[in-house]
């Protein structure tokens, strides 16, 4: 087990939980909005919710799967966290740090 709080079976019931309630309609929204595409295999495109959707649970899975109480991982906007109270997932689309 990789996690010492959760086992493999409760964090993925989690992810469960934020793929239904995470707003994927919001991001795509924004991604419309702002024509923020991703490479595809025919090119640069803003992804369907469906991709979307497939890359947030792509990321929740890594970050559960990664050896250690605390990981991360992101692509595309999104990060999930695997953190010691459980799982977080993330759509940034601005960061500042100094």
Known sequence: MYHEKFTQEELEKKANDIMLHFNFEDVHEHMEKTNWRWHRIDGMQVPSIEEIRITARTML??????????????????????????LELHFSIEKANS
């Open 61 to 86: 899975t890594n970050a559960i799967w990664e050896k250690g109480n605390v990981s991360s991982c992101g692509t595309g906007g999104f990060t999930a966290f695997k953190m010691p109270w459980g």
